[in-house]
């Protein structure tokens, strides 16, 4: 799986957009961008992921630049519960149940301020 | 619906005892993946089963071992602990279909003396 490289952390106020970047210069065209994040000492929440569109759901938008080497994961609307580690995960495709492993760096701590 | 279940949330053995750790799976969801977190770190794999068998391993000693259950619920044996075997143990949980996303549970806290 391709490396990926995150800011160790970020600010963003609260009710501002957090645009949270990754890179992943090595990415090959197999393999997708997963977004998850940690909230302290909690399992890790899934949020988003995508192969080369971008994608929007309830929690985020990820945008995918068009050389597929870079993605931003929009939080819209951040608010004081949206303070967490956020990791940025590049996966090969898997063929169904086979190899579904997932390779966390250390990720982006987001703090969210009132 | 229930989310990933893992028991115990946590728990405090000796070095050199054994530990056995359970996750339930998501209903429906057949694939079963173990990590290991400690403090500061992300999580790192451990292994992944698949309809009972094991389809991924991480970079662990042969003390770490797991097996999957008809029911797709499935056991994380650690043998022979070391201090440095402290850490939170994740499962998550996945349908098995392609390209798609994985359920994490709470984990269990092992703390090791």
């Known amino acids: 799986d391709a490396k990926t490289t995150q800011p160790p952390s970020m600010d963003c106020a609260e009710g501002r957009a957090a645009n949270l970047p990754c890179n992943h210069s090595?990415?090959?065209?197999?393999?997708?961008v997963y977004w998850y994040r940690q909230i302290h000492s909690q399992g890790p929440q899934y949020i988003i992921h995508?192969?080369?569109n971008n994608e929007t759901n309830e929690m985020a938008s990820l945008i995918i630049t068009e050389d597929r080497k870079s993605s931003t994961l929009i939080l819209p609307h951040a608010t004081l519960r949206d303070t967490a580690v956020y990791y940025c995960i590049v996966r090969a495709s898997n063929s169904g149940g086979s190899n579904y492993k997932l390779t966390f760096g250390k990720g982006t701590l987001l703090t969210v301020n009132p | 619906d229930a989310g990933v279940t893992q028991s115990p949330t946590h728990l405090i053995k000796t070095r050199g005892q054994h530990v056995t750790l359970r996750c339930s799976p998501i209903s429906g969801h057949k694939s079963v993946s173990w990590y290991q977190q400690v403090l500061g770190q992300g999580p790192q794999f451990i292994f992944q089963y698949y309809e009972k068998e094991e389809r991924g391993r991480g970079n662990f000693p042969d003390r770490f071992s797991a097996r999957q259950f008809p029911n797709y619920s499935s056991e994380l044996n650690v043998n022979a602990l070391l201090l440095g075997d402290s850490a939170l143990y994740l499962c998550?949980?996945?349908?098995?279909?392609?390209?798609?996303?994985?359920?994490f549970g709470q984990g269990t806290r092992l703390t090791v003396v």
């Open positions: 995508g192969l080369k």
């Open positions: 998550a949980s996945s349908s098995g279909a392609q390209n798609t996303e994985a359920f």
């Open positions: 090595t990415i090959s065209g197999n393999e997708y």
